[in-house]
Structure formats: C-alpha cells, structure tokens
C-alpha cells in the first residue's frame, strides 16, 4: 500500500525557508517520479515541482529560482527546500506520485507566509 507522509510546513515570516519532506513506503521508490503540488484557499490544487527517478527537476515559474526538489533513495525521502518565501506560497503542501497509473497523495502539510 502506497503511503506518502509530509512533514515541515509552518508558519514563517515572508523570506525566510522552510524544506518540506516527504517519507514513501509501499512501492520501490527509486524507480518513481515524485512531485510536490499544492493548493491554496479558493484555488486548484498546482504542480510546484517534479523530480524524476533519474533525478531531473523541473519547476513552476512561480517557484523557479527560488525552490529546490531533491530526492534521497537511500531513505525514500523527497523535500522541498523552499527560499524567500512569499504570502503568495501560503498553501497546503502536499506530496504525490503515480503508481501503475494511479495518482497518491498524502495528507499534507500547511505553510503559511506571512509577518
């Protein structure tokens, strides 16, 4: 059974960091791309950053630039290392990835930016 657990999320003032994790178990994670969505009060749930199982990036403009996805296949970890922060990131955060077709979530973690 595929599960995904997020953890990090907080409150921080805008410009300061935060890196989100995400521990996998249930399937040979390695093997697997992750990603990081998230969703905002009144909005659609939005792709943020993906991470390949080779290890390739990609990013949402919004965040390119500022953020970094990075993987840890020894520990089945994915994180989201999240720099100068903006009230506008303030969203639930939530980890994915599809296995045999099917999308899954974990529960999600809140960052809230603001001073």
């Known amino acids: 059974q595929v599960q995904l657990v997020e953890s990090g999320g907080g409150l921080v003032q805008p410009g300061e960091s935060l890196r989100l994790s995400c521990a996998a178990s249930?399937?040979?994670?390695?093997?697997?791309?992750m990603n990081w969505y998230r969703q905002a009060p009144g909005k659609e749930r939005e792709l943020v950053a993906v991470?390949?199982?080779?290890?390739?990036?990609n990013y949402a403009d919004s965040v390119k630039g500022r953020w970094t996805i990075s993987r840890d296949n020894a520990k089945n970890l994915v994180y989201l290392h999240m720099n100068s922060l903006k009230p506008e990131d303030t969203a639930v955060y939530y980890c994915?990835?599809?296995?045999?077709?099917?999308?899954?979530w974990g529960q999600g973690t809140q960052v809230t930016v603001s001073s």
């Open positions: 994915n990835t599809y296995v045999k077709d099917r999308p899954n």
């Open positions: 249930g399937f040979p994670f390695s093997y697997y791309d």
């Open positions: 991470i390949s199982s080779a290890g390739h990036t």
